[in-house]
Nanobody, 122 residues
Framework: VQLQASGGGLVQAGGSLKLSCAASGRTFSRYVQGWFRQAPGKEREFVASISRDAGTTYYSDPVKGRFTISRDNAKNTVYLQMNSLKSEDTAIYYC????????????????WGQGTQVTVSS
């Protein structure tokens, strides 16, 4: 599966952004989807994941309560709604996929999309 992320940009602290990740292929609904991010000088870290039927979501502690992951299997797209953004959310955001199982860390990912830059100004 090929993944194409979009929606990044520059936003002021406290603002919102919505990232999208469009996937190719007709079996999108069979993949667990996730988002990761990598800030300058730091390792890539898990942000959120969503099960194939969207029934289960999982978030890292730094984003819990502020970010929401969702998916539209009819559109082969996964989203990340980011609210109450902070300067520490500045990073390149990557979408990710895995066939079956769960996504909780980098080692779980089978497919990576290219990143989209999110910059939060304070």
């Amino acid at each position: 599966v090929q993944l194409q992320a979009s929606g990044g940009g520059l936003v002021q602290a406290g603002g919102s952004l919505k990232l999208s990740c469009a996937a190719s292929g007709r079996t999108f609904s069979r993949y667990v989807q996730g988002w990761f991010r990598q800030a300058p000088g730091k390792e890539r870290e898990f942000v959120a994941s969503i099960s194939r039927d969207a029934g289960t979501t999982y978030y890292s502690d730094p984003v819990k309560g502020r970010f929401t992951i969702s998916r539209d299997n009819a559109k082969n797209t996964v989203y990340l709604q980011m609210n109450s953004l902070k300067s520490e959310d500045t990073a390149i955001y990557y979408c990710a996929a895995r066939f079956l199982g769960n996504i909780r860390d980098n080692g779980d990912v089978e497919y990576w999309g290219q990143g989209t830059q999110v910059t939060v100004s304070s």
